[in-house]
């Protein structure tokens, strides 16, 4: 189980990174672009999910690409999810409360991804081996 706390840590430790709080909500971005953000679900969002509605915590991130949300959605359910304001859009929302840390650690590095320049990314990825 994550923690807002471990959101901000891990994203604390991605190059870059800035924490923007605005309205009581935080999110994480690269020069004024998000990659996560919090994001309570609005009445829509609970209209539509219906009893499928988490109860905690949720946490928005970027992905690549509507493709890696579908394969992200399809493979873990129980912990991504989205809402048709998210239809057509890359990005997934995280039940905060059932991700484990490596989980959310690979999704906040692939949203961060997305929104750094290339060659901060692959340099990133160079020093831990994973580029």
Known sequence: MATWDDVARLGAQLPGTELVVKRDTRSWGVKGKAY???????????????????????????VPDVGAKEALLADEPGVFFTTPHFDGYPAVLVRLAEIDLPTLEEALVEGWLCRVPKKVGKQYLEERGTG
Do not use: I, M, Q, S
Not at 36 to 62: M, Y
């Open 36 to 62: 996560a953000w919090e994001r309570p679900l609005r009445k829509t969002d609970l209209d539509a999910l219906g009893d499928a509605a988490p109860e905690g915590d949720v946490l928005a991130v970027r």
